[in-house]
């Protein structure tokens, strides 16, 4: 498959319709027509459904297109990485992390590094910790910011100095948000929002004890800012990270017994980074650790 090709399907799939992707990609429609119907041939699938209002990808062609945004993303990137020339450092750092306070500590590390080399910039992926991982060792992030526990078996990585606080963001004016702290005697019985995260599930269990059977989970979850309304409804209220943010409606309350999880910068074991990387890496560990 040749990454031009791949541009062309990706274009053919997010118009919907052939004529309009042509006229997009400046080619002729019986050209893109012949350039989809031999990628077909190549993968020995049928990519699009056909209709009268244009085209809808098949379960195979959704397939396609995740993998292909990745090749052209690393693509992309591995151009920038190459071509940023011997002089200062230049190019895109690119950085995942979940929802942490501590990215502001990487933020501040992100804005000095560019006070140094002006001519560097960033891309930011925002997901889960197992997401941010995923993409560290497609190649498609640099470097992440995760909270423990994680699986770092494809990693290098350092622990930041600060820890993430575990809480309730429970709806004003219920008994919940009157509390101080809560315990897992205030949680058992109430309709709870939890992380998607196994390993985040198995510390909450632990964190539960003996009460964790009476536990209500109602949802699942891998960011906040969804399950922070629908905590606003009063369909639950959700176990979450104390944030830097504050949400109309809601309160934060902090677990007791305390729970707390440490974070770790992360990036690819026996990767050929980028000069840049290289350099932000080694710069992050003096700004983060200490």
């Given at each position: 498959?040749?990454?031009?090709v ?9 118009e ?14 019986p050209?893109?027509s ?5 990628l077909?041939?190549?993968l ?5 459904e ?7 990808l ?8 995740r ?11 591995a ?8 002089g200062?450092l ?10 942490l306070?501590?990215?502001?500590r ?7 590094f ?9 891309e930011v992926?925002?997901?889960?910790a197992?997401?941010?991982?995923e993409?560290?060792?497609?190649g ?17 990585s ?6 993430e606080?575990?809480g309730v ?21 109430t ?25 209500d989970?109602?949802?699942g979850?891998?960011l ?32 007791r ?24 890496i080694?710069h ?7």
């Open positions: 498959m040749e990454i031009r791949l541009r062309y399907f990706l274009a053919a799939a997010g919907g319709n052939i004529t309009k992707a042509a006229e997009l990609l400046r080619l002729t429609q050209t893109l012949r350039q989809i119907r031999d077909e041939l190549e020995g699938a049928k990519l699009f056909r209709g009268g209002r244009g085209i809808s098949t379960e195979e062609g959704r397939l396609l297109r993998r292909a945004e990745e090749m052209v993303s690393l693509e992309e990137k151009r920038r990485e190459i071509s940023g020339g011997d200062g230049s190019g895109v750092v690119s950085v995942g992390s979940g929802e306070r501590s990215f502001s990487l933020a501040e590390a992100l804005a000095s560019r006070e140094i080399h002006p001519q560097v910039s960033y992926f925002s997901g889960s197992d997401g941010v991982r993409r560290i060792e497609n498609l992030v640099d470097v992440g910011l995760l909270l423990e526990p994680v699986d770092l078996g494809n990693c290098e350092f622990r930041i100095a600060q820890r606080e575990w963001l429970a709806r004003d004016g219920s008994g919940l948000a009157g509390k101080e702290h809560a315990g897992p005697e205030d949680l058992a019985g309709p709870l929002f939890v992380p998607n995260r196994p390993s985040l599930r198995e510390a909450l269990s632990r964190w539960f004890g003996d009460l964790y059977g009476s536990a989970i109602v949802c979850y891998n906040l800012y969804n399950v922070a309304l629908m905590a606003r409804k009063g369909l639950g209220a959700a176990i979450t990270l104390m944030l830097d943010s504050s949400y109309a409606g809601l309160r934060f309350v902090p677990l017994p305390k729970l707390e999880g440490a974070v770790v910068l992360a990036w690819k074991k026996s990767a050929a980074l980028s000069r840049t990387t290289g350099a932000f080694e992050a560990k003096n700004a983060l650790q200490a």
